[in-house]
């Protein structure tokens, strides 16, 4: 239950942080600290949370708040505005 508690934690602390990538300067400056000089491990980030709400309203079925859909949604609309901002190789 807690490294669950902590994994949503780092999952919202990922997705904060994808939408203040969105500024090109921020994108900059978090792509600098990494070794490749990438946001990779920031969409691979937020590719897993999207993964464990994907799995928690499949859980939920038809039951599940029709929030959670639309955060899905959201999340999953700026993995692809961050993986667009992505330099082509």
């Not at 934690?9 to 203040?20: E, I, K, N, P, R």
């Not at 990779?40 to 937020?46: I, Q, R, W």
């Amino acid at each position: 239950m807690e490294k669950t508690q902590v994994n949503v934690a780092f999952g919202y602390l990922s997705v904060l942080l994808g939408y203040l990538c969105l500024r090109s300067s921020i994108r900059a400056r978090f792509a600098s600290l990494h070794p490749k000089k990438t946001i990779d491990p920031l969409l691979d980030s937020l590719n897993l949370f999207a993964a464990f709400h994907q799995e928690v309203a499949q859980a939920q079925g038809a039951q599940g708040p029709k929030q959670g859909t639309e955060f899905i949604a959201r999340l999953q609309n700026l993995i692809s505005q961050l993986e667009s901002s992505r330099p082509t190789e």
